[in-house]
T-cell receptor, first 111, second 114 residues
Framework: GAGVSQSPSNKVTEKGKDVELRCDPI?????LYWYRQSLGQGLEFLIY????????KSGLPSDRFSAERTGGSVSTLTIQRTQQEDSAVYLC?????????FGSGTRLTVV | KNQVEQSPQSLIILEGKNCTLQ??????????LRWYKQDTGRGPVSLTI?????NTKSNGRYTATLDADTKQSSLHITASQLSDSASYIC?????????????FGAGTRLAVHP
C-alpha cells in the first residue's frame, strides 16, 4: 500500500496477557519509529530503527516491551504481561530521505 | 532534555477564539519542521511542513511560522472550531549519527469549548 499500515487497529486484552502490534512501513523507508500516546498524555517515544544499525531502545518503559524489525521492513512491538497502564494508542512512523508518514495507530485497551 | 519542546502542554479556549502553540527546538543541523494534528485515538495528520528558508506557511485556518535563527516555530489557529480539539505535535527532522532522524515534541493538547 501507499501508506504505513498498522494492525490491528484496535486490541482489547486481559491484564497479564501478551500482545503483538504490527507495523508495515512504506517500502524503501529505512527508518521506523514506535510511539505511544496514553489518554490525556503527550506523545512518548518508544524505539527507533535505522537501517541495519542497532535500534535506539531508550524509550521503552520496561523490559516487558520489545520490538524487532525483520529484514529492514515489517516491525513488531511486543508487550508481555500487559498492565492497565499500557493502554494507549501505539503509533508507528517510517521515513526516508524524502519524507515520513505516520500509521493510523493501534488502540490498545488492557482490561 | 528533549530536543523539541512544545508549549503549552495543554490549552483550553472558547470556540471562535484564536490561539498560538509554540515549538522550540535545539536540533542541529536542521532539515525541516512539521506540525501534525492528532485527534484522540487516531493517527497524526500533517498540517504544514517548513524548510529552513520558509518563514510562514498557511493551511486554511492554520498558520505556521518558523524562525530558524532562534529555532522557534509557532502554529496559529484562527477562529477556532470544536473540531480543532486535538493534540498538536511538532516534529523536527535533523541529523543524528550520520542519519536523518525525526525528533518529536510531546505535543500540545487543545480543547475548544462552546
Amino acid at each position: 500500500g501507499a501508506g504505513v499500515s498498522q494492525s490491528p487497529s484496535n486490541k482489547v486484552t486481559e491484564k497479564g496477557k501478551d500482545v503483538e502490534l504490527r507495523c508495515d512501513p512504506i517500502s524503501g523507508h529505512t527508518a521506523l519509529y514506535w510511539y505511544r500516546q496514553s489518554l490525556g498524555q503527550g506523545l512518548e517515544f518508544l524505539i527507533y530503527f535505522q537501517g541495519n544499525s542497532a535500534p535506539d531502545k531508550s524509550g521503552l518503559p520496561s523490559d516487558r516491551f520489545s520490538a524487532e524489525r525483520t529484514g529492514g521492513s515489517v516491525s513488531t512491538l511486543t508487550i508481555q504481561r500487559t498492565q492497565q497502564e499500557d493502554s494507549a494508542v501505539y503509533l508507528c512512523a517510517s521515513s526516508s530521505l524524502y519524507g515520513y508518514t505516520f500509521g493510523s495507530g493501534t488502540r490498545l485497551t488492557v482490561v | 532534555k528533549n530536543q523539541v519542546e512544545q508549549s503549552p502542554q495543554s490549552l483550553i479556549i472558547l470556540e471562535g477564539k484564536n490561539c498560538t502553540l509554540q515549538c522550540n527546538y535545539t536540533v542541529s543541523p536542521f532539515s525541516n519542521l512539521r506540525w501534525y494534528k492528532q485527534d484522540t485515538g487516531r493517527g497524526p495528520v500533517s498540517l504544514t511542513i517548513m524548510t529552513f528558508s520558509e518563514n510562514t506557511k498557511s493551511n486554511g485556518r492554520y498558520t505556521a511560522t518558523l524562525d530558524a535563527d532562534t529555532k522557534q516555530s509557532s502554529l496559529h489557529i484562527t477562529a477556532s472550531q470544536l473540531s480543532d480539539s486535538a493534540s498538536y505535535i511538532c516534529v523536527v527532522r535533523g541529523f543524528s549519527g550520520g542519519y536523518n532522524k525525526l525528533i518529536f515534541g510531546a505535543g500540545t493538547r487543545l480543547a475548544v469549548h462552546p
